[in-house]
């Protein structure tokens, strides 16, 4: 009798952290952001419960054609990684040596341990007019004059790209790895060519890692902030500059956190789509990976 | 293997396309470090010499960043929140593996599922959510008890609480994974051999969830350091590294300075990865 009190004890302690945690800093913050959300100030200091925010989005086509270019660029960049990143892990984890593999993977790692400003910083360096890609340009003759390569959509996806791909490969390669060999074998002794053991064999089994990557990947692109700003300037037009531009540049709380959940309604929905077009769940792609 | 089955043209395109790869990789990581060291009023070639100017000259307008107050106060702040992070999402991980492997309680999948919920939340809307709440209840208070609390406001405790509740997940994953791992026999053998409960922890389990401990705390080390997002919203006087660094970036525009930040930071986050790296590769040994 005692060591069963002593177990439910235990379990109240271990579950309190996890449970203030959750309550405090995520349920509650989203709630209170709900309930801002559909508040309206009609006067100075005196607020009414209304649609009004979301239909403020609604009648503003800049706002609702700013959050579909998030999202489908986001859609892109998440494409993108994976059709560069898939070869990558792949060659990691089946073909490279045991020796390099591991040493390729760190590599992989490395610009995670980079700040997003400090990537950033370094296209930018590249890019810009006056920058190294410009300039070796000029050197080789190709072009005649410096040719500026930023602010424009095709920085902002490369800057993504860069920025979320680490994410794609991580989780591919853990599943690759734990898939076995002979598996493929098996398909070339059936007669299978390559095309359709990738097809039939190796992407079947790659899908939790695909689906995993993907929702991360999406989900990070459509939140990201910096990158769109500094690589694509003043035309950037992503979705999470009109909530900075509502909060902090014209104190409009109410617009903002109508803003945040339209991301966070958006950025959902895509990622429950896939979960449910892939046939997987949550639980079994992002939490193991 | 399969390697061998492929005609070799195609794998030596495979092998070019990985270099490719890892050039792109490496590319705006190297520009972003290399320029430091130019003697150079601005990071853009041509090169015009070595130079450690930037990080230790004492005179503008060279000014290097070991003499300038602002970055040196937002390293500070950087290292001062990211210790709490670290701190506490390793404490709330460790929690949670227990929670989660050894305890037994109705909902525990749906529990789990909201464990990991924080990670697929745009680090923006974690930001503006907390920080609506800490404002909502802050004002509350001020006008029905007159209570003015000042940490609710934009600071260093937002910006530690703000980050902590998505890194939590991140401890707590890894930490989870290995106590997933931990042999249970041993537990019993000790407590065959009359130990109490809380000796057994501190001599058997804990030191076998060690390394996973340490290595998640590193990792959230690191990415509380590098955050942004969230940190934006929360920010308060004292910013960290990477808001100030930001704010440079925006009002004087590039300068070299923000070079030898990047090389110092790049430097000072790969030896950290090596140690966690190192650890790691302890305990695969043990």
């Known amino acids: 009798m005692q060591n069963k009190d002593i177990k439910r004890l235990t379990l109240i302690l271990l579950f309190a952290p996890f449970a203030l945690w959750i309550l405090l800093l995520i349920i509650l913050p989203h709630i209170g952001m709900v309930v801002l959300s559909l508040k309206e100030k009609v006067a100075p200091r005196v607020y009414e419960y209304s649609f009004a925010n979301y239909l403020d989005f609604l009648h503003e086509p800049i706002y609702w054609n700013t959050l579909l270019r998030t999202g489908s660029m986001s859609l892109l960049v998440t494409a993108l990684a994976l059709l560069i990143g898939f070869p990558i892990a792949y060659y990691i984890a089946k073909i490279a040596g045991p020796r390099a593999r591991g040493g390729l993977f760190l590599l992989c790692l490395i610009p995670l341990w980079v700040s997003d400003l400090i990537r950033s910083f370094g296209w930018i360096l590249l890019l810009r007019e006056t920058g190294v890609i410009s300039n070796f340009l000029l050197w080789t003759g190709l072009i005649g004059q410096p040719v500026e390569f930023l602010y424009n959509d095709a920085a902002v996806i490369v800057g993504l790209v860069y920025t979320v791909i680490l994410f794609m490969i991580v989780p591919l390669v853990s599943t690759l790895d734990g898939m076995d060999n002979s598996m493929i074998e098996a398909g070339y002794n059936l007669g299978g060519n390559g095309f359709t053991v990738l097809r039939r064999i190796i992407i079947p089994y790659a899908m939790p890692g695909i689906v995993a990557g993907c929702i991360v990947t999406f989900m990070l692109s459509a939140g990201s902030y910096l990158t769109p700003i500094l690589l694509g300037g003043k035309n950037s037009s992503w979705f999470t500059e009109q909530i900075y531009n509502q909060f902090i540049t014209r104190f409009n709380w109410e617009g903002g956190a109508a803003f945040g959940m339209l991301l966070l309604l958006f950025t959902s929905i895509v990622i429950w789509l896939g979960l449910k077009l892939s046939g997987q769940t949550l639980a079994n792609t992002v939490a193991k990976s | ?286």
């Open chain 2, 1 to 286: 293997m399969l390697a061998q089955k492929k005609t070799s043209p195609f794998l030596l395109g495979y092998r070019l396309y990985v270099v490719a790869f890892f050039i792109f990789l490496a590319a705006p990581l190297i520009s972003a470090g290399a320029f430091a060291f130019n003697d150079s009023l601005f990071p853009a070639l041509p090169w015009q010499g070595f130079t450690l100017d930037w990080f230790f000259s004492d005179t503008e307008p060279k000014l290097g960043m070991f003499h300038d107050r602002r970055l040196l106060q937002g390293l500070y702040y950087s290292f001062v929140i990211a210790i709490f992070v670290a701190a506490l999402s390793v404490f709330v991980g460790t929690t949670n593996a227990f929670l989660f492997v050894r305890g037994e309680f109705p909902g525990k999948n749906f529990f789990y599922i909201m464990m990991v919920v924080p990670l697929v939340i745009p680090g923006v809307i974690l930001g503006i959510s907390i920080l609506v709440l800490a404002s909502d209840t802050a004002n509350y208070l001020e006008d029905t008890i007159d209570l003015e609390l000042e940490f609710l406001r934009p600071g260093i405790l937002l910006v530690v609480l703000g980050q902590f509740s998505f890194i939590a997940t991140i401890t707590s994953l890894v930490i989870t994974a290995r106590l997933k791992k931990f042999d249970e026999t041993m537990e019993e053998a000790a407590f065959n051999l009359g130990a109490s409960r809380a000796r057994v922890l501190r001599t058997i389990t804990l030191p076998f969830l060690r390394p996973a401990m340490i290595a998640a705390g590193i990792v959230a080390f690191l990415v509380s350091f590098e955050n942004f997002n969230t940190t934006l919203f929360l920010v308060g006087s004292e910013a960290p590294l990477t808001i100030t660094m930001y704010d440079r970036m925006a009002k004087v525009g590039s300068t070299p300075v923000l070079n030898a930040v990047s090389f110092v930071l790049m430097v000072g986050s790969g030896l950290l990865a090596l140690l966690s790296i190192l650890i790691q590769r302890d305990k695969s040994a043990q």
